[in-house]
């Protein structure tokens, strides 16, 4: 009955005169971030935290929404809002970066733009003020997607980028934290539980996506370790053809599941093959569908509901193996949101309609 009311809806609006085509609409624009996910509980964030986290996303979320309100590209809308989460030291990215075990920092990064792809990544860095920018040059200035260490910071310095002592990165509270893990013995992952990784989902005007993730990783990290943020497929990824994923939380676990990556493809698989059964159902009805009317029934062939789910289910499956954190999403057309399985998740959400908000603990 769903799918004969939703076809008889788009028939209707097929044979309606359109406002604008496909090539001259400019549809809103929507900007969702995240400063990480893991145990945040009010009992457990102080109130001087809870309020310098809120504000630091609200500046993310203005420095986004700012490109995006004047047309600017997706791809910078995310990087606006991930440097702003970079310079603060509330989020373990660029500066308040997690210490690996021998006491130095290692950022990680990855940007994708949804329209055709391309991506850039790196880990290991341990030089480059903003890691965002030096993935976005590794994207736009190399034949690669992925460069580490060593490597990295030479290409950085000789892209021109902004080059830091590697102690810019640490804090005092970053420090305390090495120090307790140590102490404490407790294994290989953040004693905290907390996963400090910011990133960045956003749609322009024109319906392009893309995503952006930074990291400084996990606490007391050894041997090199790297995690799901600057994999692509795993914790960033952005399809302008199904939506646009950051994630944060357990990397290993991300990375195991392919969580980015098998999001977008069960939205895709699904948007299509219900797109191409009501396309199919309006010629047997008669009506033959040109490119512009195909790519709205695409559009229309999802819920926000059905896209919530399958970020969930993948999610859960994540958990399953034994993982825990969260992603944000964004599509093409329009839906947006969050999906996480641990107590909170720092996070917000912005769009051309005038709403904002942002977010800490589960029952916000």
């Not at 890691?131 to 030479?154: C, N, Q, T």
């Not at 990165?169 to 420090?175: D, I, L, S």
């Amino acid at each position: 009955m769903r799918l004969i009311l939703l076809l008889g809806a788009f028939l209707m609006s097929v044979s309606a005169p359109a406002a604008a085509t496909p090539e001259t609409a400019q549809p809103g624009w929507s900007l969702v971030i995240h400063g990480g996910a893991g145990i945040l509980e009010r009992s457990r964030v102080s109130p001087e935290t809870d309020a310098a986290v809120r504000v630091a996303l609200d500046r993310a979320l203005a420095a986004g929404s700012d490109v995006l309100r004047q047309g600017g590209s997706a791809m910078d809308a995310v990087q606006a809002a991930i440097i702003v989460l970079e310079d603060d030291p509330n989020f373990n990215a660029g500066h308040g970066a997690v210490y690996t075990y021998e006491g130095t920092n290692e950022l990680d990064a990855a940007i994708m733009d949804g329209t055709d792809r391309k991506a850039g990544a790196i880990a290991r860095a341990h030089n480059t003020r903003n890691p965002i920018l030096l993935a976005r040059k590794v994207m736009e200035e190399s034949p690669h997607v992925l460069l580490s260490g060593e490597g990295a910071d030479r290409f950085s310095a000789e892209m021109g980028l902004v080059q830091v002592d590697n102690s810019y990165f640490g804090t005092p509270e970053r420090k305390r934290q090495l120090e307790e893990l140590k102490a404490k013995k407790v294994g290989w992952f953040d004693v905290d539980l907390k996963y400090g990784t910011v990133g960045a989902v956003a749609r322009d005007t024109h319906g392009n996506v893309a995503a952006g993730t930074s990291t400084g990783g996990l606490t007391g990290k050894r041997y090199g370790r790297i995690g799901d943020s600057p994999l692509i497929g795993a914790g960033t990824y952005a399809d302008d053809r199904s939506c646009a994923i950051s994630a944060t939380g357990a990397g290993e676990f991300f990375i195991r599941v392919g969580v980015a990556h098998e999001i977008c493809t069960r939205i895709r698989m699904k948007a299509e093959a219900r797109a191409e059964f009501l396309a199919q159902e309006a010629e047997r009805g008669g009506t033959t569908l040109d490119a512009a009317s195909q790519a709205r029934l695409l559009a229309s062939s999802l819920s926000a509901e059905e896209v919530q789910a399958i970020a969930d289910a993948v999610i859960g499956e994540m958990g399953a193996l034994g993982g825990s954190g969260g992603i944000i999403y964004l599509t093409p057309w329009g839906h947006k949101g969050y999906s996480f399985d641990t107590p909170g998740m720092f996070r917000g959400m912005a769009s051309s309609d005038g709403a904002r908000s942002v977010a800490i603990y589960g029952d916000e």
